[in-house]
């Protein structure tokens, strides 16, 4: 490694500590699938033509952080211009955030930690501040996306199987040019009874209807986990597989 190359890595500040911001902004994106399925995921969040792309399965398959990372690639190569997160508030009865203190992001804190694990990866904490300040990633919960239509954005709806149909149809109705929206969520983990859950109504239309040109959804099953085998091993113990 050069010295200019070493220079671009660390700094060394006064005090003698060592600053790596410069690293972890440029950190590469590699999405690397482990499975055939995660393939088929990856080819479906590359596609230009889906704009609307639903991912199903069990936790530890790679929906969430390949939806992050595609995301966050097409955000630096300026693909599209803001990131969009958002997900169902459960346990926040009518997605009120009132009560809970700080500015939205704050509210929003507890449920978008998932997201940001990612995110922080990718990103110094001053570039994630900046970027939350000017919106160029935004949190919007559900609850207030009436009536908004997002251009130029990647919108991840994660956990979705906690909305409802009315909120899932809303959430699919904001999608505007230059955008896509990546729909996330695991059905065996609902806390929605089956005429509410709009994750598992969307599916069932989308079954009935042939043909889509935009829209398309991978399933992952639990052969696909590729978290620690321990994931595995917990679900077969609640006998989920």
């Not at 700094?11 to 482990?34: A, H």
């Not at 952080?65 to 690639?73: P, Q, T, V």
């Not at 955000?75 to 809970?100: C, D, M, N, W, Y």
């Not at 919960?141 to 909305?163: C, S, V």
């Amino acid at each position: 490694m050069s010295k200019k190359q070493r220079r671009a890595v660390y700094q060394e500040s006064q005090d003698n500590t060592i600053q790596f911001e410069r690293q972890q902004r440029y950190k590469p994106v590699q999405i690397i699938p482990r499975n055939l399925k995660q393939e088929e995921y990856l080819e479906l969040l590359n596609d230009a033509s889906k704009l609307i792309v639903f991912s199903t399965g069990p936790a530890g398959t790679g929906k969430t952080l390949f939806a992050m990372l595609a995301g966050i690639r097409a955000l630096r190569e300026k693909q599209i211009s803001r990131l969009i997160l958002t997900r169902p508030a459960v346990g926040v009865e009518g997605e009120s955030h009132g009560f809970l203190p700080g500015d939205l992001n704050a509210k929003m804190e507890p449920w978008t930690r998932p997201l940001f694990d990612v995110i922080m990866e990718y990103f110094d904490t001053r570039t994630i501040a900046k970027m939350l300040e000017d919106r160029t990633i935004e949190i919007s919960p559900l609850a207030f996306m009436r009536g908004r239509t997002f251009k130029n954005a990647w919108i991840i709806a994660d956990e979705m199987q906690n909305a409802t149909p009315g909120q899932m149809k809303m959430l699919l109705t904001r999608i505007g040019d230059g955008s896509k929206i990546v729909v996330t969520g695991d059905i065996a983990q609902t806390d929605k009874r089956e005429g509410e859950n709009g994750l598992l109504d969307f599916k069932r239309l989308f079954k009935e209807y042939e043909g889509s040109k935009y829209v398309a959804g991978c399933e992952f099953g639990y052969r696909d986990i590729e978290r620690h085998p321990a994931v595995a091993e917990i679900l077969k113990i609640y006998r989920e597989e």
